[in-house]
């Protein structure tokens, strides 16, 4: 089992960055591919997005397409830690952020994901 925690997310002007970062507790977390997701203004948990994904150990990264260019995930396993570095940030990435550990091959397409952290609110005004 893998506990994540995010780090806090906060209030930035369009065009800023910002970056955030998920702690894991267990020492499988390097055995663990690692994806972020996003919750949009009004959505239920259930319909959260996927961001970015990075393999186990950090060298297969996807992205969708709305963030491509933008945004990169990275990991350094020595830490426990996984990235996601925002750039060019526009209001329609205002979201509750969350990070995600899979066991699975299907990381890359947003599925298997066993292990969620709480959330972190990324607020993005215009």
């Known amino acids: 089992q893998v506990q994540l925690v995010e780090s806090t997310g906060g209030l930035v002007q369009a065009g800023g960055s910002l970056r955030l970062s998920c702690v894991g507790s267990?020492?499988?977390?390097?055995?663990?591919?690692m994806g972020w997701f996003r919750q949009g203004p009004g959505k239920d948990r259930d319909d959260r997005d996927f961001?970015?994904?990075?393999?186990?150990?950090?060298?297969?990264?996807h992205y969708t397409n709305s963030v491509k260019g933008r945004f990169t995930v990275s990991r350094d396993n020595a830490v426990n830690t996984v990235y996601l570095q925002m750039n060019s940030l526009k209001p329609e990435d205002t979201a509750v952020y969350y990070c995600?550990?899979?066991?699975?091959?299907?990381?890359?397409?947003?599925?298997?994901?066993?292990?969620w952290g709480r959330g972190t609110q990324v607020t993005v005004s215009s």
């Open positions: 267990s020492r499988a977390f390097s055995r663990y591919a």
């Open positions: 961001v970015a994904a990075i393999s186990s150990d950090g060298t297969s990264t």
């Open positions: 995600a550990a899979s066991g699975t091959r299907e990381y890359g397409t947003g599925f298997g994901y066993a292990y």
